[in-house]
């Protein structure tokens, strides 16, 4: 029988104060949530009002020097932690005592489908985590958008978790209903749904060779080239054919995910001289003071209303603080992304330079974390239109002199490739990839087949059959 002993453990853990909770919480809000949220807190703070604009007397005088003395200005997004209440270690995870991530509020949204089920299902704290990572990163046809390097930053640092437990998660959450969601493209959505099936469905096999091998041979119906790369017989070949045609191959349609929403810029973007100015939406600026009424009941005060009228107090100065912050951070990300992207704003996308988002985490001295939060769902206000901030990164294609060159910039080039072709002889894949290598770009020909696609442009063969029937139409 073992004997009872003491064993002494040290132990780290990162603990959240609710300061740096809230702060994390208003930098991933867009306009819309920000203002429904702080209509929130001034309900239930009767020590905040709005400021209409008049004099606001001695006391709110004093509270603003107050305000500005203690305001977070050298407050640390990342390492912060005064307190520990909202903390658990339940399961390895985390838990933000309800501050659930903000959800499409239209019935019977994809979204509001996929949590229900992740609620239901036997995730971990972690997990769950990272499955509404992946969820918030959906398109409205159900596809992820964001790399798993990119849910694994906006995870962090309250959860650091590596790219292979993102993955897995990931492939849990394409087995959700519908299956294929959360898938990265087409063909991956296609494979999902066909792994799912029985092992004895009549074509499968044949199916999923298909879809992972020759996706482009079945988009042009080429039942002969098909045929001989499998070895299968025709029919062999037509059953798995109609298989993958059963299957859907843009899981979120059939959820009504789409609303009329009216896009207002968080940040306008404007030429004064020679220079690029940044300047914030004046509602990001809602106007906050200490009512003058409580101020002076908290002086004369005692017991336990004087210690309501402190908690509130803190929590007011927490906000305007964490507003502040706010502000500040996304001026910073914006100019540093208009810094990067000059080129952009000069020339077009055909200028657009490489930009991920450690680039503006190192140049502004902050986690990726805070710029992939302060960047999602805010918009810029440009001379060349209105742009999500995630809209300047893109990844790099490196060129023959050991540069690299924007994902972006390449596709604008591929456009104006596309748009001054021949009409009686169009262009494949390959010639477009030579054609880019000319101008010292190295794309290979997949990549290029796959940004035409990004484009809404069909193939070579495509077009030239569109070319025959407009020259057949007059």
Not at 340 to 354: C, K, T, Y
Request: one cysteine or more; a negative charge.
């Amino acid at each position: 029988m073992a004997e009872p002993s003491l064993q002494l453990r040290l132990a780290q853990k990162l603990a959240l104060s609710p300061q740096l909770q809230q702060a994390i919480r208003l930098l991933q809000l867009n306009r819309i949530e920000l203002r429904e949220y702080i209509q929130e807190v001034l309900d239930a703070n009767p020590i905040l009002e709005r400021d209409e604009g008049e004099g606001a007397g001695d006391a709110a005088d004093d509270a603003g020097a107050e305000r500005k003395e203690e305001s977070l200005e050298d407050y640390d997004w990342e390492t912060e932690s005064l307190g520990s209440e909202q903390w658990t270690e339940t399961g390895g995870g985390y838990d933000f005592d309800g501050e659930a991530q903000i959800a499409d509020s239209s019935e019977g949204s994809l979204l509001d489908h996929l949590l229900w089920q992740i609620n239901l299902a036997h995730f971990s704290p972690t997990d769950t985590a990272i499955a509404q990572a992946i969820i918030y990163g959906l398109d409205e046809d159900g596809f992820l958008q964001e790399s798993l390097a990119e849910i694994r930053a906006s995870l962090a640092p309250e959860l650091l978790v590596a790219e292979d437990e993102v993955l897995a998660v990931l492939h849990r959450v394409q087995r959700l209903e519908p299956v294929g969601v959360a898938s990265r493209d087409t063909a991956e959505c296609i494979r999902v749904q066909l792994s799912a099936l029985p092992g004895d469905t009549p074509g499968r096999e044949l199916a999923r060779r298909i879809a992972r091998d020759y996706l482009d041979l079945l988009a042009h119906h080429d039942i002969d080239e098909l045929r001989k790369r499998t070895g299968a017989r025709e029919e062999a070949v037509l059953e798995a054919i109609e298989l993958i045609q059963s299957l859907e191959p843009r899981p979120g349609s059939r959820y009504d995910n789409r609303r009329d929403e009216y896009l207002v810029p968080d940040v306008y973007v404007t030429r004064v001289d020679d220079e690029w100015r940044i300047t914030l939406n004046p509602e990001n600026e809602p106007g906050l003071r200490l009512n003058n009424y409580y101020i002076d009941l908290l002086r004369k005060s005692g017991g336990a209303d004087a210690d309501y009228l402190k908690g509130r107090l803190q929590e007011a100065r927490w906000l305007m603080s964490s507003l502040e912050l706010r502000n500040r951070t996304l001026m910073r990300v914006a100019q540093a992304i208009v810094d990067e992207q000059q080129g952009f704003l000069d020339q077009g996308e055909i200028a657009m330079q490489p930009l991920v988002l450690k680039d503006v985490a190192e140049r502004i001295g902050v986690h990726e974390s805070t710029v992939s939060r302060a960047t999602t769902r805010k918009y810029m206000l440009t001379p060349r239109g209105l742009f999500e901030l995630k809209y300047f990164f893109s990844s790099h294609v490196r060129t023959e002199r050991g540069g690299a060159v924007s994902a972006t910039a390449v596709k604008a080039r591929l456009q104006v490739l596309l748009e001054n072709e021949p009409p009686g002889k169009p262009l494949s894949d390959q010639d477009l990839s030579d054609l880019l290598r000319q101008t010292g770009i190295v794309v290979a020909r997949r990549t290029v087949a796959k940004y035409r696609e990004s484009l809404g442009i069909g193939s070579s063969s495509e077009r030239r059959r569109l070319y025959r029937l407009r020259a057949a139409t007059g």
